[in-house]
């Protein structure tokens, strides 16, 4: 199984910047795309900012020339650097990785694919 460790949220002042991370574990045999979700209250989840396992990413208009995802295929982990941040960017983050994993079947090993979510890290930007 894949687990996804988020950590970095918090509060700050409009204007301020934030880093989070997220760091997948388990049984991973490859990662692809890595990704930040927000849910604002009363809202429904959406897309924040993708990353490929080439490299290219995607960003919400709203977001766009503030916000910075990047990943470590090293460390399985995506972090997304926040700056300029706004009051509507207040929500609870979620990071989100697909990938295949790998299990032994006997002396044999079968691989599937997963996709997993954080626990999610609350934002808050007030003054």
């Known amino acids: 199984q894949v687990q996804l460790v988020e950590s970095g949220g918090g509060l700050v002042q409009p204007g301020g910047s934030l880093r989070l991370s997220c760091a997948a574990s388990?049984?991973?045999?490859?990662?692809?795309?890595m990704g930040w979700y927000l849910q604002a209250p009363g809202k429904q989840r959406e897309l924040v900012a993708v990353?490929?396992?080439?490299?290219?990413?995607n960003y919400a208009d709203s977001v766009k020339g503030r916000f910075t995802i990047s990943r470590d295929n090293a460390k399985n982990t995506v972090y997304l650097q926040m700056s300029s941040l706004k009051p509507d960017d207040t929500a609870v983050y979620y990071c989100k990785v697909d990938g295949m994993l790998y299990k032994r079947v006997g002396n044999d090993i079968a691989y599937a694919e997963f996709r997993s979510w954080g626990q999610g890290t609350q934002v808050t930007v007030s003054s």
């Open positions: 388990g049984s991973i045999f490859s990662i692809d795309a």
């Open positions: 990353i490929t396992s080439g490299g290219s990413t």
